[in-house]
């Protein structure tokens, strides 16, 4: 280990460079916490062994120091990290509290250093022997209704007799009885008043907990009345709703004009009365006059506020009020103050475009009303336009472009709204509390011309979603509605004609998709925290079952037995995917995310396939990087052609260890795996449906590197991968790493993370 450590040239004379920290203990369950305690740690490493830092660091070390090996080492470089006994000292103290804090009052630690040359490996010997465990837990409360409260909710605790002693489970019970109280209406109290004591007494090694819930300090009267101060439970006496709150504006008087409802009391927006329905924010308020002060209802508030996007700032305030009700209960006054956002806004954008090689250029405008019906409703409607220079399809020499440069054009409206509640048919009475549901209606329409074909599609959907929970959400679409019409220019239609594939005609006629859509979230991701967390994404999809049981007087039938709606022929399929993610934080310089995607296609009934523009593709920039976007697949076949390569069943997989460079200068290295294959195998190609004898061998297989820029606001990304396993190949041949050229490498340029 030590001779392989990286080099020492850096190093000075009488020092020694950390190569590693050894830790040697019978209490193996502890050993992460023990490495968090560490006050020293080794050089990082990218890939899990490599110390590329120190090794640029060193490079430039032992060059003349220019400004560029200056900016090297103080950049991408990192200083080697030298033994520091002082260090290794407080470690070992730091250690010993660890154990006691976990139970092992009689642990012993110890350190030693090995050196060689100029090189060091520290160990740390730590003996826990027997540890405490939990014996009992007592209460020790005066208060007869915090006490009460308590034990009705003992069940809940987080010390159980027999579990080992621990000062972090402490803590959380005296979180979770702070929590409890302050959501109970005990507006004034806090942990601070709340301790512990430990009896470790015991000759079994167990500890005996005894919780100690103190009253407040007595006031001056109360000390001469000789009265027991208790603390009181708090009322929200008054709430007001100030709509023109301005932080800047300290000393700003609050505009007398003010209207009641349900007794909230509003002071509106100075320019507008009526800016919003009353009614509208309340629902998003769960903090209710005369009802018991609670930290959970204000924090919710807080977040539903915000999450209505009409708001800059949402600030809530309680001042106290003198003397207390009827029952003896302190009076409040919140203070709800929120200061709103431009009502309306636009934008335009321009930007170059590269779609698989194809250049271009595109523009749009996107106007925002972010308060439609006075209910923080959003109305959005873009418009969005590109020219661009496509690859013929067609074997045509002399190509028109009709549009200078340029032989594509794209243009389409689209207007959505989105209300933030339930509309009908999702309304549900007495759900004030359903996590943020948001209803939204869209409706768009899009037009495509090249010279092969004019394309255009018209589509509107209607959709439901809400949290279940802190980390589910669920999406569900009744119905959405896509009709897409196709005129083909003669010389490309005959051209299709001829290739004699019925699958890839069936993707050049026109379409009517009426499908339902249900689709579930989950994501424990936590913003802010390094951790390990999960991403899943369920959808099941529906199309042509409504259409089927119309009678048959309202459909025609075509030549291929098929049911018309209007002289097209509608889709009819079932389509479930997922999308399953794990990532793993190392630390925080480097991470891995693994990843596995799915999804089958089935037609049936008035299909005989999965319309192509649901169905699946492999390769590209967020997919298996080693081909270009939709030139993978189906199975082992020979892409002759230009046109995009589709399937009914897909499966692919991508491991990517992430690692920083400098600063916002981000590594990666990753393999991509999977494909696409036809259930259907209408159009006789041979190795395009799935087998089960072939399945493992048409797996193809990419490898590469990448390099990004993370900007805080947007992340830039640039993926150079390279063809591992290519099933296009003959069987025997279809792994070819080893045999790659630099100009075999694919470039995939992005915006934002692959997953």
Not at 217 to 223: E, I, K, R, V
Not at 395 to 410: A, D, I, P, V
Request: with cysteine; net charge positive.
């Amino acid at each position: 280990l030590l001779s392989g450590c990286a080099a020492t040239k850096s190093v000075p004379d009488g020092k020694h460079l950390l190569c590693k920290n050894t830790i040697k203990t019978d209490s193996p369950e502890l050993k992460e916490n023990f490495i968090t305690v560490i006050k020293q740690k080794p050089n990082r490493k990218i890939f899990g062994f490599i110390r590329f830092h120190l090794s640029v660091y060193n490079f430039a070390f032992r060059g003349k120091e220019t400004k560029f090996n200056h900016w090297l080492k103080n950049t991408v470089g990192e200083e080697p990290v030298l033994v520091d006994t002082l260090k290794v000292r407080k470690s070992t103290e730091q250690l010993l509290t660890l154990m006691q804090n976990n139970g092992y009052f009689n642990a012993t630690v110890s350190d030693s250093i090995d050196y060689y040359k100029k090189k060091a490996i520290v160990y740390y010997f730590i003996t826990g022997r027997q540890p405490y465990t939990f014996k009992k837990l007592n209460y020790d409360i005066s208060d007869s209704l915090i006490r009460k409260l308590v034990l009705n909710n003992d069940s809940l605790t987080v010390i159980h007799p027999g579990d080992n002693y621990s000062s972090s489970k402490l803590q959380t019970e005296r979180d979770r009885i702070n929590n409890l109280l302050r959501n109970s209406g005990f507006a004034a109290f806090n942990s601070q008043y709340i301790r512990f004591l430990v009896d470790t007494s015991f000759s079994n090694h167990q500890a005996d907990i005894t919780m100690v819930i103190a009253n407040p300090n007595p006031t001056p009267d109360q000390l001469k009345n000789n009265i027991t101060p208790r603390h009181l439970l708090g009322v929200n006496k008054k709430i007001s709703i100030d709509m023109d709150y301005e932080p800047i504006e300290i000393n700003r008087v609050t505009i007398n004009d003010s209207a009641i409802f349900n007794d909230y009391v509003f002071f509106p927006n100075r320019d507008s009365l009526f800016l919003y329905k009353f009614s509208r924010l309340t629902d998003h308020i769960y903090i209710t006059p005369n009802s018991l002060y609670s930290q959970e209802d204000i924090d919710l508030t807080y977040q539903r506020l915000a999450d209505l996007g009409v708001f800059r700032f949402v600030n809530i305030k309680y001042e106290p009020l003198e003397g207390t009700d009827s029952l003896g209960r302190s009076q409040y006054h919140c203070k709800i103050m929120l200061s709103p956002q431009m009502r309306q806004s636009y934008k335009f954008e321009a930007e170059g475009t590269n779609s698989g090689g194809n250049l271009g250029i595109s523009g749009s405008f996107v106007y925002r009303n972010k308060n439609l019906f006075r209910g923080a409703e959003l109305l959005e409607f873009k418009i969005k336009g590109g020219l661009e220079i496509q690859r013929s399809l067609t074997n045509q020499e002399n190509q028109s472009y009709k549009f200078g440069l340029f032989n594509t054009f794209e243009f389409g409206p689209e207007i959505s709204i989105s209300f933030p509640r339930a509309l009908w048919p999702f309304t549900i009475r007495n759900a004030r509390k359903v996590s943020n549901p948001i209803t939204s209606v869209s409706l768009g329409y899009n037009v495509q011309s090249r010279p092969e074909y004019f394309r255009r599609l018209a589509n509107l959907s209607y959709y439901y979603t809400k949290r279940t929970s802190k980390y589910n959400r669920f999406y569900f679409y009744p119905a959405e509605i896509n009709y897409l019409k196709v005129d083909l220019d003669s010389v490309f239609n005959r051209q299709l004609l001829s290739y004699n594939n019925i699958n890839l005609i069936n993707s050049y006629t026109d379409k009517l998709i009426i499908n339902g859509r249900f689709s579930y979230l989950y994501n424990n991701q936590i913003v802010g925290k390094a951790g390990n967390f999960t991403f899943f994404r369920f959808n099941i999809e529906f199309a042509g079952n409504s259409l089927s049981l119309l009678p048959t007087s309202t459909y025609k039938i075509s030549e291929t037995n098929s049911r018309l709606i209007g002289n097209v022929k509608y889709a009819q399929y079932i389509r479930p995917d997922f999308d399953f993610r794990y990532y793993i934080n190392f630390n925080k310089t480097s991470s891995l995310v693994t990843r596995l995607v799915s999804g089958i296609g089935y037609a049936y009934g008035n299909s005989t396939l999965v319309p192509f523009e649901k169905a699946f593709y492999a390769g590209g920039p967020n997919d298996i990087r080693a081909w270009r976007s939709r030139s993978l697949g189906p199975g082992s076949t020979v892409t002759t052609d230009l046109f995009q390569q589709f399937g009914e069943f897909k499966i692919t997989g991508n491991v990517e260890y992430r690692f920083n460079l400098y600063k916002f200068l981000k590594g990666a290295v990753f393999t991509d795996f999977g494909n696409i294959w036809l259930l259907n195998d209408a159009a006789k190609k041979p190795g395009e449906t799935i087998q089960f004898k072939s399945f493992g061998d048409e797996i193809a297989i990419g490898s590469g590197i990448g390099i990004r820029g993370d900007f805080t606001f947007f992340i830039f990304r640039l993926d150079a991968a390279l063809k591992m396993k290519d099933p296009s190949k003959p069987v025997g041949q279809r792994w070819i790493a080893g045999n790659n050229n630099l100009t075999d490498f694919t470039l995939n340029f992005g915006i934002g993370y692959p997953f």
